[in-house]
């Protein structure tokens, strides 16, 4: 037990000061942004068309932990910070994972993107392409 609480109180969440928002992983935010552009639809999953060592230097995300974070320990967090938090990492999620359509859809309602909250668990399949921006108003 005392292993345990050791590792909690040691653990922390990092903050990029000049994007305002939490990195996902320490560094995260100073990757380069995935090509989503340059990605077509018959490409995803990602994971089994590009090597893992291509996609973890990346900015992108197959669900986004930190949003899973903010659903889990919604009390560490701002509004604010939620919000930015969200914004950020919704325009990087891919959901290669059935996993994160729920979780996404819980903080887009918390946030005020109610549509995109009512939207999302009929997303939750990982077959599908990933969603451009504007199909997410």
């Not at 995300?61 to 949003?67: E, I, N, R, Y």
């Amino acid at each position: 037990m005392a292993a345990w609480r050791d590792a909690a109180t040691t653990m922390c969440i990092p903050y990029d000061d000049a994007l305002g928002v939490h990195p996902q992983a320490e560094a995260f935010t100073s990757h380069e942004v995935w090509d989503f552009g340059a990605t077509s639809a018959d490409q995803y999953p990602l994971l089994l068309h590009f090597p893992y060592f291509d996609l973890y230097r990346k900015q992108v995300v197959k669900q986004a932990d930190l949003v899973l974070a903010m659903h889990l320990r919604g009390d560490a967090f701002t509004n604010d910070e939620k919000a930015r938090n969200f914004a950020y990492y919704e325009a990087l999620t891919v959901r290669d994972s059935s996993l994160s359509a729920c979780t996404q859809a819980v903080i887009a309602a918390e946030v005020g993107h109610l549509v995109l909250a009512h939207r999302l668990p009929g997303r939750g399949c990982p077959h599908g392409p990933r969603r451009s921006r504007a199909q997410h108003a």
